[in-house]
Structures are given as structure tokens and as C-alpha cells.
């Protein structure tokens, strides 16, 4: 069959990637792809924006397109599955109502109270006083979120007050998220450690992935402006058994229901990012409407399972008895951005030294281009070198090898990702 993908990052890769891989799959669609879609092998770019959803739905039904799976938050938002619907086209990806789980902060905190689901405490705001007032009131540290999408770049976490109030005004007075931050979520800062946990649902079934565990901020130890992602690891050693159960019971299980009760079709990927704390609670920090990036990266390469017989299943309401399949070992990938990243950073820099990939590594690309036979950087976040291993030490060092011989101008990485694994495989 013939699939599409819609988006142009690191996790589009890796899921157009692992779809052509499926033995009933023929072509995989990729619009608009990036520089490394444009080279694999059973994929083909299309130029055609991500969020231009009337073309992409003429295309797949001129294509004859059997499957279309939405990677990024803004169609989804936007109301891309709806429209592919109206169409006759399988869509997988939540309804426009369902993913304002991802467009609004404010729904989605409202959401979960509404149906008794852990979370932080919260307010919202559109005046930039009342929110200071309010801030000044409950203390330091407080978390700041922009109501809409900001391309995982809204949220602040303010350790004083001082960063509190410039959260605010960048948000309310300056307005650097534009319409997305021109209402505001103020929430309790929550202790503890964060994972994904992302399933797969058609509405009635859910499915879990493995759990796998990101780092948003920039800097080594979890420390400056948060990004869309420096890397992440799957399996996440916070979410053990019982954690894992908790999380379906209290969280992924009322929230699918939730949405039924409210008459939202659920279909898609589901993803919860959690706070779990020293004893054992869990509250949900976000959803996201789609797979994570970069946890994508290291999910795909542990999945053994068809993705693509999934996703149909899934776009069919035929879930129930189906199992997933994992690769026993750890993976861990190690985003490589450009010079200035989550700020402004240049384009067009020729990247050297991508090495040979093998069963165990992988490099996903998210901003580059395939331009005179070159791969350029074009975008901040760049590659994912991804790899397997026994461990998550093993797997680290693998990644981290092939990032050695990596090279363009001004770009950097951490090197600490996966740290928090690593420190629980030592004792």
C-alpha cells in the first residue's frame, strides 16, 4: 500500500523509515521530508507544506494514498484528519476537537480536572498583572506556559521572580509567541523526574509504547532555555511496572474515555508527558497529539512490530488483540543542533562525516536539505544520532562515537544525554 507521511522532522524520519520497512508497504510519501528522507532508500520527498492540508488531500487522493500519518501538531490542530475524513482518506491523527489536548493549555488543564486526572495547579491569563500578582502570591519556582503552540519553545520554568515576570511579559507584552502566547497557563513547579509515555489508540483499545525519558533544556544537567529536545532514551528506568500501570489506571485510560464522553474521536498517537515524583505520584505536565521528537528516534529503532499494519488497524477499529514487539535492548539519541539554537542560528552550513549506518545505528535527520549533493543544516534541531545497545552506557558511547567524525559550522550537542540512566545502571 501507499502511505504519506506529513512533516519534515526527526520524527518523520524515523517513522517514514520504519513504514518502509513493512512487507505491505510500497511507496512511502514524505511532504515535505528533509535531507534525509530525500536519500533513503522506498521514500519520496513531496513539496508540499505540512500545513497545507487542501493540497496534501488532493495529492493522496490523486496518489491514491491508503494511509496518511500526520506527524506534526499544527495540521492536527488545524484539522487535517477531519478534512482527510470528509475525503474518504484513512487519516491517522486525532480530530480537530481532540487535539486541543495539544492547542490549548488551558483545555487540557481544564480536561483533566474535569475528569479527576492528576496535574499541577493551575490559572489562567490574559492580563499581564493579574498573572504577576498571581505569581508574586504563591511563590518561586512557578512554571509559565503559553496557551498555544510554540514549537516547544513556550514553557519557562522560573526559579525567581524576576524570570517569572519576564515569562510573562515575553508572552503577554512582547507578544514572541505571537497569538499562541497571548493567554497564559500559571502552574505549581512539580519535583521529581519526567517521562514519556506515549500509546497508540483507536478510540476503544490502547495500546502502550515502550516508555523512553527526553531532555528539553539545552544545556548539560538539564540546564538553560528549554528546546523542542537534545535527545532521549527508551526504556525510561522511572516508569516500572507498577508506575507504568498507574499511569494507564489514573491517566492515559480516563483520558481516551474523557473523550468519548465529550464526543471527540480519539485516533492516533496519544503521548503524556509525566511528572513522577519520590513517592511514586504521578501528574501530567502535557499531551502531546502525536509522537514525541526525539523520542520517536529511539522508539522506532526498538519497535520490531509493523508499524504500518498498526496504524490501519488503528484507522479501522481493529486494535483489540494486537501485541507489540520490542527489541530487548536500551536506545539513546543525541540531538545535534546548530550554533544559537532555540535562538536564531544560520542555514545552509554543509554537514561532513555522517558515517556508515548499521542494524544499531542510525542517523535521523530533522533541519537539513539535500541540495548539489550535499546535506546542509536548515533548521536548529539537525540530526539524532541514534544507536542500540545492552545498556544505556553502551548505547550512549555508540552514539557518541558516531557523532565524533559529525561535523558543520558552530554546531553542538550535549554530552550528558541519558545521565540520569546511566547513574541507575552504576549502582
Known amino acids: 500500500m501507499k502511505v504519506l507521511v506529513i512533516g519534515s522532522g526527526g520524527r518523520?524520519?524515523?517513522l517514514a523509515w520504519k513504514l518502509s520497512k513493512s512487507n505491505i508497504v510500497t511507496n512511502v510519501f514524505v511532504a515535505p521530508g528533509n535531507g534525509g528522507t530525500e536519500i533513503e532508500e522506498l521514500i519520496q520527498n513531496i513539496d508540499i507544506d505540512a500545513n497545507d492540508i487542501e493540497t496534501l488531500s488532493a495529492f493522496a487522493k490523486k496518489e491514491g494514498v491508503d494511509l496518511t500519518i500526520v506527524g506534526p501538531e499544527d495540521p492536527l490542530v488545524d484539522g487535517i484528519t477531519d478534512k482527510f475524513q470528509e475525503e474518504g482518506l484513512l487519516c491517522f491523527g486525532p480530530s480537530k476537537?481532540?487535539?486541543r489536548l495539544e492547542g490549548s493549555k488551558e483545555f487540557m488543564k481544564d480536561f483533566l480536572i474535569r475528569h479527576n486526572i492528576p496535574t499541577a495547579s493551575y490559572e489562567t491569563f490574559t492580563d499581564s498583572k493579574k498573572a504577576i500578582s498571581y505569581i508574586k502570591e504563591q511563590g518561586c519556582p512557578i512554571v509559565i506556559k503559553a496557551?498555544?503552540?510554540?514549537a516547544g519553545k513556550g514553557v519557562t520554568v522560573a526559579f525567581n521572580t524576576d524570570q517569572a515576570i519576564e515569562a510573562v511579559n515575553q508572552s503577554?507584552?512582547?507578544k514572541t509567541f505571537g497569538e499562541a502566547g497571548s493567554k497564559i497557563?500559571?502552574?505549581?513547579?512539580?519535583?521529581?523526574?519526567e517521562a514519556s509515555f506515549i500509546v497508540l489508540t483507536d478510540g476503544n483499545t490502547v495500546i502502550?509504547?515502550?516508555?523512553?525519558q527526553d531532555h528539553k533544556a539545552r544545556d548539560e544537567g538539564d540546564l538553560g532555555p528549554n528546546t523542542g529536545g537534545m535527545g532521549a532514551y527508551s526504556p525510561a528506568p522511572v516508569v516500572t511496572r507498577p508506575i507504568h500501570e498507574k499511569i494507564l489506571k489514573e491517566v492515559i485510560h480516563p483520558t481516551v474515555e474523557g473523550l468519548k464522553s465529550e464526543g471527540s474521536n480519539y485516533c492516533g498517537f496519544l503521548y503524556a508527558g509525566i511528572m513522577v515524583d519520590a513517592n511514586a505520584q504521578i501528574k501530567v505536565l502535557e499531551f502531546n497529539c502525536r509522537f514525541g521528537d526525539p523520542e520517536t528516534q529511539p522508539i522506532?529503532?526498538?519497535?520490531?512490530?509493523?508499524?504500518?499494519?498498526l496504524c490501519l488497524k488503528a484507522c479501522k477499529k481493529e486494535l483489540s488483540n494486537e501485541k507489540l514487539d520490542w527489541d530487548e535492548r536500551k536506545?539513546?539519541?543525541?540531538v545535534m543542533a546548530s550554533g544559537g539554537y532555540p535562538f536564531a542560528y544560520e542555514k545552509g552550513n554543509v554537514i561532513e562525516g555522517i558515517t556508515e549506518e548499521s542494524e544499531d545505528l542510525k542517523v535521523f535527520h530533522a533541519g537539513t536539505i539535500y541540495e548539489e549533493g550535499n546535506i546542509k543544516s536548515s533548521g536548529g534541531r539537525v540530526l539524532c544520532v541514534t544507536a542500540l545497545d545492552d545498556s544505556v552506557s553502551l548505547a550512549q558511547k555508540k552514539a557518541y562515537d558516531a557523532i565524533s567524525s559529525i561535523t558543520w559550522k558552530d554546531c553542538f550537542y550535549r554530552n550528558d544525554i541519558g545521565y540520569r540512566a546511566i547513574e541507575r545502571e552504576k549502582n
Request: aromatic residues 4%.
Open 172 to 174: 503577554l507584552e512582547s
Open 12 to 14: 518523520e524520519h524515523a
Open 300 to 309: 522506532m529503532m526498538r519497535l520490531k512490530t509493523d508499524l504500518a499494519q
Open 147 to 150: 496557551d498555544g503552540l510554540a
Open 331 to 334: 536506545s539513546l539519541g543525541v
Open 208 to 212: 502502550p509504547f515502550a516508555s523512553s
Open 185 to 193: 497557563v500559571v502552574e505549581e513547579y512539580l519535583e521529581g523526574e
Open 97 to 99: 476537537d481532540a487535539a
